[in-house]
């Protein structure tokens, strides 16, 4: 009876740890599973260099993804245009801003310079008795004689055109011309009705 108790005890020992081990074994399983699954729902960002990776990859907003294609949606520039009244003699008259001074000028398409006046190329600052009156022109009245000069630019209202040729006569006409050296810079011009079109 002693031999058999004491074997019975000695065997219960034997399973106990065996017993123990396997729970914790089991439990172990468990919680390394269910860790896994916490990693899996909320720390997938946090993978070692998911972040880095998302700051560095650039952003593409929708702005960027709708913007149209230059080529294909119109990137072209758009012409523009100003329109001069003819007045009550019948010429087209203007102001134009010649080197930053406001001229009055007639606007004629068979002049083949702007013409400045004597007056109008003292106010834009041309030293008269530097002018060499090489440049010879057929008019109505006869054969004139010119200077020829450089303008900086020449603007009427938002149209303005840099670097054009320009003459100023021996004999003073009394009136500045805006020519064809200025309107042969622009996109295109027409007459239409009592109306002069300038286009660029």
Known sequence: MYETEALWREKRKGEA???????FKWLLRIGAV????????????????????????????????????????????MERQLVLR?????????????????????????????????????QIGINMDSLKYTRRYQTANGTIYAAPVNLRDVR????????????????????SLLGMSFLNRLTSFEVRGG?????W
């Not at 938002?158 to 021996?170: E, G, H, P």
């Open 17 to 23: 740890a065996p017993g123990i081990g396997s729970v």
């Open 34 to 77: 269910g860790a896994f699954g916490l990693f899996v729902i909320f720390g997938i960002t946090s993978l070692p260099g998911t972040r880095d990776r998302a700051a560095s990859e650039p952003a593409t907003s929708s702005a960027q993804a709708a913007a149209p294609d230059a080529k294909a949606g119109g990137g072209e520039k």
């Open 86 to 122: 003819r007045a009550a003699n019948g010429h087209f008259k203007v102001r134009a801003y010649v080197n930053g001074v406001s001229i009055p000028f007639l606007v004629d398409t068979g002049a083949s310079d702007v013409a400045l006046s004597a007056e109008a190329a003292r």
């Open 156 to 175: 009427i209202g938002d149209l303005r055109v840099y670097d054009v040729d320009a003459s100023i006569t021996k004999s003073d006409l009394g009136v």
């Open 195 to 199: 109306e002069l079109i300038l286009r």
